[in-house]
């Protein structure tokens, strides 16, 4: 949801079209802890997104590597947890990589019903407002 998430507020901002963020010299990716990849995104994180005009049917997960954390300007993470073992996979990861919440964690909604997957959404959209916010672009 946050890649989706970030991607669509980071476009108002910028007030282009998502499809042209890249060009424009904006990557955003999302990648998990877990050893998954190419697996879509559950079905009620996209009811989620959907319910904010947000697509994100095509998204597909992929683990993090020291590549992925050496190649990117900022990384955003979701908690303590994942701080921490973003860091502990590259050196110099520290210094840009943050927590997306700013001080608190964002839980991960997996199993829970509907309105969770909701709220986190609405969450992690208050957290990428404030951080596009607070981003010199």
Known sequence: ???????HELAKKLQTDVDHLEQMGYKILSAGLMERKGFPAAPKAIAACEKKGIDINSHR???ITRSLIEQSDLIFVMTRDHYDEVVSLAAGAGE???LLGGNRDIADPIGQPAEIYERCADIIEQA???KIYELEL
Not at 1 to 7: K, Q, T
Request: aromatic share 6%.
């Open 1 to 7: 949801m946050a890649e989706g998430i970030f991607r």
């Open 96 to 98: 840009k990589c943050q």
């Open 128 to 130: 990428v407002r404030k």
């Open 61 to 63: 997960c992929q683990p």
